[in-house]
């Protein structure tokens, strides 16, 4: 497998560029109170430059690569998501740490970005498996990925401490590339039905 780099990509209805503070003004106003509800980011309380620098850092000190989702229409950032947990050896890696502004949320867009990050995952990464996780009361999330054909493979218990010092249970997703073809085909016309 490739390592992921901070690279544009671009479809119909989004474009992924590596996040920048250039986004800064654009997500402000894409973000409101509570769309950070399920994320590690609610210690940042909205404070999207801490947000940029934050996911920064983590670029440069981990295998992340964030970016910013821009609304191919309005020229918008609109919402961000990252690769991570890149497991090179084995040929795999996380897609997370994505979040849309409610406005563009059940508009295709998600869905739209998950195809950019899946194709360049499968095609020019070369992974075998891309994976998906997140806190397993986030019902919306889980729905989302079940919508893309991601397969459910369990709950970690209690595995992580929230910033509120409760503990999460973590849910697991995955897709395979022997699954990747049929799932794909499903989720571009997914992204078809929501979009026209």
Request: negative net charge.
């Given at each position: 497998?490739?390592?992921?780099?901070?690279?544009?990509?671009?479809?119909?209805i989004v474009r992924l560029e590596p996040l920048s503070m250039d986004h800064l003004a654009d997500l402000e106003l894409a973000f409101q109170p509570g769309?950070?509800?399920?994320?590690?980011?609610?210690?940042?309380?909205?404070?999207?430059?801490?947000y940029i620098e934050h996911s920064l850092k983590m670029c440069r000190d981990t295998s992340r690569v964030a970016f910013a989702v821009i609304d191919i229409?309005?020229?918008?950032?609109?919402?961000?998501?990252?690769?991570?947990?890149?497991?090179?050896?084995?040929?795999?890696?996380?897609?997370?740490?994505?979040?849309?502004?409610?406005?563009?949320?059940?508009?295709?867009?998600?869905?739209?970005?998950?195809?950019?990050?899946?194709?360049?995952?499968?095609?020019?990464?070369?992974?075998?498996?891309?994976?998906?996780?997140?806190?397993?009361?986030?019902?919306?999330?889980?729905?989302?990925?079940?919508?893309?054909?991601?397969?459910?493979?369990?709950?970690?218990?209690?595995?992580?401490?929230?910033?509120?010092?409760?503990?999460?249970?973590?849910?697991?997703?995955?897709?395979?590339?022997?699954?990747?073809?049929?799932?794909?085909?499903?989720?571009?016309?997914?992204?078809?039905?929501?979009?026209?």
């Amino acid at each position: 497998m490739h390592i992921p780099q901070p690279i544009t990509i671009e479809g119909p209805i989004v474009r992924l560029e590596p996040l920048s503070m250039d986004h800064l003004a654009d997500l402000e106003l894409a973000f409101q109170p509570g769309t950070w509800q399920w994320s590690f980011y609610r210690f940042l309380e909205g404070d999207m430059a801490g947000y940029i620098e934050h996911s920064l850092k983590m670029c440069r000190d981990t295998s992340r690569v964030a970016f910013a989702v821009i609304d191919i229409a309005s020229g918008k950032a609109i919402g961000g998501t990252s690769y991570m947990n890149v497991q090179a050896h084995d040929d795999s890696v996380e897609i997370g740490y994505t979040w849309f502004g409610p406005q563009w949320q059940r508009t295709g867009r998600n869905r739209a970005s998950k195809l950019l990050l899946l194709d360049h995952a499968f095609d020019d990464l070369e992974v075998n498996r891309v994976e998906f996780m997140g806190d397993a009361d986030n019902t919306p999330s889980r729905n989302a990925l079940e919508g893309i054909g991601a397969t459910f493979e369990g709950i970690i218990r209690e595995n992580r401490r929230r910033t509120d010092g409760s503990y999460r249970s973590t849910f697991y997703y995955s897709i395979i590339r022997s699954e990747w073809p049929a799932v794909r085909a499903r989720l571009v016309e997914s992204i078809r039905e929501v979009t026209g």
